[in-house]
């Protein structure tokens, strides 16, 4: 059994989403419950030495029960946390690697209308993937074309919209040929990415933050030694298992892009 205090913890799960940990917690003679962070919670507690009846002695092994699923599922939401940040890594390396290539890559522009109002390119537009050497954008008013064209050579990026001579909001983006240069940029930019969700403590969602966060949670109990011990190790084969996960992705995008 583990008898513990925790004081306030600011925690983040998930991609940004934070949550606040209860105050100042602490388990004299029976259990108590202390919630880690949102959906689970351990418990923790110490009791006296007294004889106790049947009634009591079945009740004390339903409550150690109770215990070791808490434990468990403490130690099932922070793998969760964990997988979540190689989600996130391989979301954005997806990216990284598709380029220009990448359907999304107007999504963040704003467009500049004839009636003075600015709209998001993805309220006026969709582009797809036409093969591997076009993007097609379609733009919902015919109005509007001239204003997307404008906002997409405005945007730096070196691609050129056409609008196609049968269909006034259709527009075709011819993408440059893959060079060793882009390649090399790529490569540089997924080490980049990568080291910020591997060891980057500046990063709250990167691997090594996560295992500090959780680490400084465990230290922060009082009791069993061993208890304490045997979470750290877990939490430590949860780091150490992601890592290499995260490791096999970052070969596998490399790979991809060489």
């Known amino acids: 059994m583990i008898s513990i205090y925790l004081m306030k913890h600011l925690l983040m799960s998930g991609c940004g989403h934070a949550t606040y940990l209860p105050g100042f917690v602490r388990s004299t003679y029976t259990l108590k419950s202390v919630r880690f962070f949102s959906g689970s919670h351990i418990i923790f507690g110490k009791r006296k030495k007294t004889k106790k009846s049947r009634t009591e002695k079945i009740q004390s092994t339903a409550e150690s029960t109770v215990e070791e699923l808490d434990m468990q599922q403490f130690l099932l939401n922070a793998s969760k946390e964990f997988e979540k940040s190689i989600e996130c890594y391989s979301k954005e390396a997806t990216q990284l690697k598709m380029g220009k290539s ?8 704003k467009v500049q209308l004839s009636n003075q109002k600015t709209a998001n390119f993805q309220q006026i537009a969709q582009t797809v993937m036409k093969g591997n050497k076009f993007l097609n954008v379609t733009v919902f008013d015919p109005n509007d074309t001239k204003h997307v064209v404008s906002a997409i050579l405005g945007a730096n990026l070196n691609l050129n919209p056409v609008v196609d001579p049968k269909n006034p909001q259709l527009l075709k983006v011819l993408l440059p040929n893959s060079t060793k240069e882009l390649k090399e940029k790529q490569l540089k930019r ?5 080291d910020n969700y591997k060891t980057s403590h500046n990063n709250r969602n990167s691997l090594a933050s996560l295992r500090n966060k959780y680490m400084k ?4 109990a009082e009791g069993s030694q ?8 877990s939490i430590e084969k949860v780091y150490r298992s992601n890592a290499d996960q995260l490791s096999k992705r970052y070969k596998n995008f490399s790979n991809s892009v060489k």
């Open 190 to 194: 997924l080490k980049e990415l990568t």
């Open 102 to 109: 990448n359907p999304k890559i107007f999504d963040h522009l």
């Open 217 to 220: 949670q465990i230290k922060a």
């Open 226 to 233: 061993d208890a304490i011990k045997k979470l750290e190790n």
